[in-house]
């Protein structure tokens, strides 16, 4: 019996039939989140570096998402601040070295570098967030 599934799974593959644990539910995906699903994939870490004067900032990355997912990032010389665009401008959602959002939703975001030293100094910022 094990012998004759085997076959019918292989034939079954081997003719482009899905596999019944590959078949899912856009409904089970998107329990929880309205209309909007979980990111399709997570891009690689992206690592951004420049240098900022004493007590200075600027906007070192900005993206647009339309699903869900996380948000981590690390920095070395600079304070890693991630703002989302609202209707009165833009908001502080963190701020730290390392920075971490577990559910961050469709939005318009950026990442700012902030220098509170009172020295210039060489910063880099390592980022992961979701495609979607």
Not at 45 to 62: I, K, Q
């Amino acid at each position: 019996m094990k012998a004759l599934i085997c076959v019918a799974a292989v034939s079954a593959l081997i003719a482009g039939a899905p596999s019944a644990q590959a078949q899912f539910s856009r409904d089970v995906i998107n329990q929880g989140h309205g209309d909007w699903g979980r990111c399709i994939a997570y891009l690689p870490p992206l690592t951004l570096a420049g240098r900022l004067n004493g007590g200075d900032s600027e906007v070192v990355f900005t993206w647009r998402t339309t699903c869900h997912s996380s948000f981590s990032a690390s920095a070395s010389g600079a304070t890693v601040v991630l703002q989302r665009l609202s209707g009165s401008g833009w908001v502080d959602m963190t701020s730290g070295f390392p920075s971490y959002v577990p559910d961050l939703g469709p939005g318009t975001y950026r990442i700012v570098a902030k220098n509170e030293w009172a020295r210039a100094a060489d910063y880099q910022i390592r980022h992961r967030r979701g495609l979607g």
